[in-house]
């Protein structure tokens, strides 16, 4: 691997904090080791050439086989595009803490979540509060990767926002936006030449992020390491930043609904185009007028996790008996490809019981190709 960060001074774009103090003395031992990468399309692979081979995730975890062993290192692909921390919180138990003990959980989301502070906020807020509860021994460890609007300067608004959290838990960050923010202002890259579409690297791109972060864990495992942490006190702190951050966040099987008879259990049609998910795409599916289902959380708040594709329609729901919302969720990516859209419902002020209605309408959107619904999970927080 090219070391691209030779001679170049990586306070810019690394803060140790509290560092990863388990996850250290666990490689110190004879233990296998389990690191989970959590985020969207860049951290899956999307534009290396082989994304379990050459992707910055792929990358790092080579890195740690060779030097700790194959066999100790097991790694995680929680990686799911266009997912942002809002969904990446309600992610987080079936598609990383249900495999079992993790040690290391990188935490990539800066692209993806856009402009609405708060929202930002409850999702990475949510995935540090509900690992530091469901899995106390997990180490966690901040990314940020870069896009046209990521390199506009030194830690732009998304960066900033999962600084807050980072900063509020004593959660590391490496930065690697502003690695490449600094090659570029030295001219060294163009950054067409790392990402033709401006968002996903090529594999240069991947490799040179790999490289940033080879260098944090060579600086963190030293022997001098330890010195660059603060005491890490691995408690959770009483008081969130943001009430009703996504905490409690899951995803619940659409099994748990009552439906209509007009709703039966299905498959995408042969030959359909997925983007963005690799896990299961067994569903509940009607496109019949008044087909309805219910269901109830115990929560702040709930939400769909639907199978949108050129055949959505647009539904309606009631929260706890109130008035009907319409919601159209067909959008330009629906008319090529399938792929998982959550819908959030409304939050309350104080958890309870909350009680959903969800109806199809049997209208569409101009560009849809029909009037389904597909129901691929339920969400809770």
């Not at 691997?1 to 996850?23: C, Q, W």
């Not at 290391?104 to 929202?119: M, T, W, Y």
């Not at 030295?186 to 490799?207: Q, R, T």
């Not at 998982?340 to 019981?353: C, I, T």
């Amino acid at each position: 691997m090219s070391d691209y960060n030779k001679g170049r001074d990586r306070t810019a774009f690394i803060v140790h904090r509290e560092g990863l103090p388990h996850f250290k003395a666990k490689l110190a031992g004879k233990e296998q080791v389990t690191v989970a990468f959590l985020g969207g399309s860049i951290t899956e692979g999307a534009g290396a050439s082989a994304a379990d081979k050459t992707s910055w995730r792929a990358l790092t975890a080579h890195y740690l086989r060779e030097r700790f062993g194959s066999s100790r290192i097991r790694s995680i692909n929680a990686g799911v595009g266009g997912t942002d921390s809002s969904l990446g919180a309600h992610r987080l138990r079936e598609h990383v803490l249900s495999v079992g003990n993790i040690d290391l959980l990188f935490v990539e989301f800066s692209v993806n979540d856009g402009s609405d502070r708060e929202e930002s906020i409850r999702g990475m807020e949510g995935i540090v509060r509900q690992c530091r509860r469901l899995s106390p021994g997990t180490d966690l460890c901040f990314i940020y990767t870069g896009s046209e609007r990521n390199l506009a300067r030194i830690r732009p608004y998304p960066i900033a926002v999962h600084e807050e959290v980072a900063e509020h838990y004593g959660i590391p960050s490496v930065d690697f936006a502003a690695g490449i923010y600094g090659m570029l202002t030295n001219g060294e890259v163009a950054w067409s030449s790392l990402a033709p579409d401006g968002y996903h690297p090529n594999d240069e791109g991947h490799e040179i992020y790999a490289g940033f972060l080879q260098g944090y864990l060579k600086e963190l495992l030293s022997t001098e390491g330890d010195s660059l942490m603060l005491k890490h006190c691995g408690h959770l702190p009483a008081e969130p930043l943001l009430a009703g951050n996504y905490e409690y966040a899951e995803m619940l099987p659409y099994e748990l609904a009552d439906y209509t008879g007009d709703f039966q259990i299905r498959e995408l049609p042969s030959g359909s185009k997925l983007m963005n998910w690799r896990y299961a795409t067994d569903h509940r599916y009607s496109d019949h007028p008044d087909a309805s289902f219910t269901f109830t959380v115990v929560g702040q708040s709930s939400g769909l996790l639907l199978l949108c594709g050129p055949d959505t329609g647009i539904f309606e729901y009631s929260i706890n008996g109130g008035s009907i919302v319409r919601v159209n969720p067909f959008d330009e990516w629906c008319l090529n490809a399938y792929r998982p859209v959550s819908v959030h419902f409304p939050r309350f002020q104080a958890r309870g019981s909350i009680s959903i209605m969800v109806r199809n309408t049997g209208l569409k959107d101009k560009r849809s190709q029909g009037t389904g619904m597909r129901v691929l999970k339920l969400l809770a927080n």
